[in-house]
Every structure is written in structure tokens, then in C-alpha cells.
């Protein structure tokens, strides 16, 4: 069974930076393609970026901000976030493009002042 944990939110003020950390198990990792995802109060769960190879792909509101990173033989996944906004707030997920069943319980992200 696929399990994800993810790690590195946190509460930081407009402008700021983070990165989140996505530990993957139970999977053959590296032939997958990898994928953050965020939810809002109040919201469905969007995409925020996906990495599959070389290629990458990102939501047109964290375009140019936000970069996605995979290390196959950690079976780890990166969420480098900069230039945070409010609209940013929420919690991050990290799990398959398209998606396993099964969800990790995601680490919030707080932008505010």
C-alpha cells in the first residue's frame, strides 16, 4: 500500500519561503508520476504541480513561484514555495498524477502576517 508523508508547512509571512517534503513508501516510485496538491477550507483539492522525468508542470496562480523537485532514489518529492501570498494558504498533499487512493494527512501552510 502506497503511504505518503509530508512535512515542512508552516506559518510565514507574505513574501516568505518554504519547502515541503513528501516521503513516499510501498510504491515502485520512480516510474510514477509525482504531483503536490493543496485544499482550502471550503474547497476542492486542486493540483498545484506535477513532475514526471524531466518535465514539469504547474497551476497558472503558483507559475514562476513555485518549484516541484523528485529524488527517485530517496522516494522523496520537493515544494519549493516562494513569493507566498495569502491565497496560498492551505494544506498540501503530495501524491500521484493521477492519484492513489490512499492520502497522507498533508502539512498546512499559513501565509499571513
Known amino acids: 500500500q502506497v503511504q505518503f508523508v509530508e512535512s515542512g508547512g508552516g506559518l510565514v509571512q507574505p513574501g516568505g519561503s518554504l519547502r515541503l517534503s513528501c516521503a513516499a513508501s510501498g510504491t515502485t516510485f520512480s516510474i510514477y508520476t509525482m504531483a503536490w496538491y493543496r485544499q482550502s477550507p471550503g474547497k476542492q483539492r486542486e493540483l498545484v504541480a506535477y513532475?514526471?522525468?524531466?518535465?514539469?508542470n504547474y497551476a497558472e496562480v503558483v507559475k514562476g513561484r513555485f518549484t516541484i523537485s523528485r529524488d527517485n532514489v530517496k522516494k522523496m518529492v520537493y515544494l519549493q514555495m516562494n513569493s507566498l501570498k495569502p491565497e496560498d494558504t492551505a494544506v498540501y498533499y503530495c501524491?500521484?498524477?493521477?492519484?492513489?487512493?490512499?492520502w497522507g494527512q498533508g502539512t498546512q501552510v499559513t501565509v499571513s502576517s
Open positions: 513532475v514526471t522525468g524531466s518535465y514539469k
Open positions: 501524491n500521484g498524477n493521477p492519484h492513489f487512493d490512499s
